[in-house]
């Protein structure tokens, strides 16, 4: 395995602990206005403001609270969570202390996806490492009133479990079937008691952040997008792997970066992201622009859009948690009309009715899997309907051969 | 099964439950040790698990049938899982899923009869910097060529002949 770092990482730069000493000099209060000062939102892809969802966590009342730390990442194309729990994993437990202390929770759980089974030992060792050195267990940092342990918990092969009301499911014993919210987890989470989640990388940045100040994270990135952000990028590119570039960078830029100028499209925010065209490229990467979790896919001049959209909704297809309609059948019914699409068989009176399924979808379904899975599908036939159109059915066949 | 299989079985779940303890919190991973031994979930074991954490069957059974690495029938002693995700299709995957089959002789979803590898498709394996990439058991491997897949498979087969000689299988 080679490592995918590709430019420095401030993570690199910044001192195991250090973080957590910092923010355990301050009040409970305090850690969540200094979070709040960073402008920090959340890395998992959805860009919750991190403060907001700690301070409803550390308000709720209840007799035991948790931090989850989420590390299911299984969305296609992202592998920065991956590098991190490899190589900072101090830094993503300073941050889920930190989290602990400030809403008053007693439980860190970290939820590992079974693909990554091979990382447990190293964290159960750095765990272990941790407990000895007074970082965990009871009075945390010489604080009497702070008690915390983390435990790990191993996901089982699905990707819906990355979704938080999901994951709790799952942690609870049950199928990994999206709840509806409200309540939130917050309020409601692990076996009904006031929840944090946050990502890997999320919760790596507060650990810089207590280092570094929240000044210096701000002073990063765009108006609404405070600071720095992994990107995992793979496709069609001279350099893979994860980079560190600040929030509001445009695409154009980025690709220069990796080495991918000559792409004719990149898919941002892997399959359940949004597919920009070349004629994009000035955008910029941003939660007021193309919000993302940090996942690009290069994708190259040669490439065929139809089967990089089949890839995608071969994958929602198999990862749907069946739970609801719109999403269960929708799935397999813009499947089948991509597979019309590839033998040249489908009317443009077809191709604006599964659009329209799409944004049904968009609309109707319960999570965020069945609301963003038409995505790539939608921006595909909108950006290179000649491409997808009037395919000769032979080429089309050879073509998928 | 014999009833000295039956009741190793039961063992063993009693043991794993009192480890994890009997709350519906811990049944995936009580189950997940069930795998891990036994390379599938039986219906045995199911019923055994629904004793124990008193709850019915059938709710063992939907949590066992969820998730992709969990398996009602018996897996393989390696479990191949070739990630078919957009990365590695780019980075040229289908030749090394050829590969796959035409050395072990069966296809995706299926296991090999003499009980040596079940072969998978997995979604994102979070290499994609790095594809095609390949799970065997709980090993990643990344920029598979087809040319490497024989040694992948001759290197199990070496570890279990290995393994036979020290402790005999059951
Ligand atoms: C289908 C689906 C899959 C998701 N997968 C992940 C994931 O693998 N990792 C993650 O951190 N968040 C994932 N999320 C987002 C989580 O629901 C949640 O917003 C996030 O963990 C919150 O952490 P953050 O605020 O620090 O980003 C997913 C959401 C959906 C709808
Ligand atoms: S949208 Fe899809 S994944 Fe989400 S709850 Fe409905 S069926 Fe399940
Ligand atoms: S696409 Fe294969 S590892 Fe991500």
């Known amino acids: ?401 | 099964m014999l009833i000295t299989d039956r009741e190793r079985l039961r063992d063993d779940i009693a043991g794993w439950a009192g480890r994890y303890g009997r709350e519906r919190s811990s049944l995936l991973p009580i189950l997940q040790e069930i795998q891990k031994k036994y390379r599938r979930v039986s219906d045995h074991a199911m019923q055994i698990v629904a004793d124990l954490l008193g709850i019915h069957p059938i709710e063992v059974y939907g949590v066992a049938s969820f998730y992709s690495f969990l398996s009602l029938t018996r897996q393989g002693k390696y479990v191949i899982r070739l990630c078919r995700t957009i990365s590695c299709d780019m980075a040229g995957k289908e030749s090394v899923a050829q590969q796959l089959r035409n050395d072990l002789g069966i296809g995706f979803g299926q296991t090999t009869p003499d009980g040596m590898f079940t072969l998978e498709w997995a979604n994102c394996l979070g290499m994609c910097d790095q594809g095609p990439a390949m799970l065997v058991n709980d090993k990643v491997y990344t920029q598979v060529t087809p040319q490497q897949v024989n040694d992948i498979i001759e290197q199990c087969r070496r570890a279990v002949s290995v393994f036979a000689t020290h402790n005999k299988e059951h």
């Open chain 1, 1 to 401: 395995m080679n490592s995918s770092i590709k430019n420095a990482l401030t993570f690199s730069t910044v001192e195991p602990s250090g973080g957590l000493r910092a923010a355990m000099d301050k009040g409970r209060a305090e850690i969540i206005a200094e979070v709040r000062a960073s402008g920090i939102r959340g890395r998992g892809g959805a860009g919750f403001p991190t403060s907001v969802k700690w301070n409803l966590a550390a308000a709720a009342k209840s007799d035991r609270k948790f931090v989850v730390c989420n590390a299911d990442e299984g969305e296609p194309g992202t592998f920065k969570d991956r590098v991190i729990l490899s190589e900072y994993a101090g830094l993503v437990f300073d941050g889920m202390t930190i989290a602990a202390y400030a809403i008053g929770a007693t439980t860190g759980i970290l939820y590992l996806r079974a693909e990554y089974t091979y990382l447990r030992e190293h964290l159960e060792k750095v765990l272990a490492e941790r407990r000895a050195k007074g970082l965990l267990g009871q009075g945390v940092c010489g604080k009497d009133d702070f008690e915390l342990d983390i435990q790990i918990r191993m996901g089982a092969g699905a990707y819906i479990c990355g979704e938080e009301t999901a994951l709790i499911e799952s942690m609870e014993g049950q199928r990994g079937e999206p709840r509806n919210r409200p309540p939130f987890p917050v309020d409601t989470g692990f076996t009904g008691r006031p929840t944090a989640v946050n990502n890997v990388e999320t919760l790596a940045w507060v650990a810089c952040i207590f280092a570094r100040g929240a000044d210096w994270f701000k002073s990063v990135g765009t108006g609404k997008s405070a600071g720095l952000k992994l990107f995992s990028v793979s496709g069609d590119c001279k350099a893979p792997g994860v980079y560190e570039f600040p929030m509001g960078i445009t695409v154009a830029s980025l690709l220069e970066a990796v080495g991918g100028q000559d792409a004719k499209a990149v898919q941002i925010g892997g399959a359940s992201g949004y597919c920009v065209p070349a004629g994009e490229f000035t955008r910029t990467i941003a939660y007021e622009d193309i919000a993302t979790g940090g996942s690009i896919i290069v994708i190259g001049r040669e490439r065929d859009m139809l089967k990089v959209a089949e890839n995608f909704m071969e994958f929602f297809a198999d990862e749907s948690c069946g739970q609801c309609t719109p999403c269960r059948l929708g799935n397999g019914k813009l499947l089948e009309g991509i597979h019309l699409l590839q033998q040249g068989r489908c009317s443009m009176q077809y191709l604006r009715e599964l659009c329209s399924l799409g944004e049904t979808m968009q609309l109707a379904s319960k999570c965020g899997l069945g609301q963003s899975s038409p995505n790539a599908l939608l921006s595909i036939v909108k950006h290179f309907q000649s491409e997808i159109m009037g395919r000769i059915p032979a080429a089309a066949a050879a073509a998928r051969e």
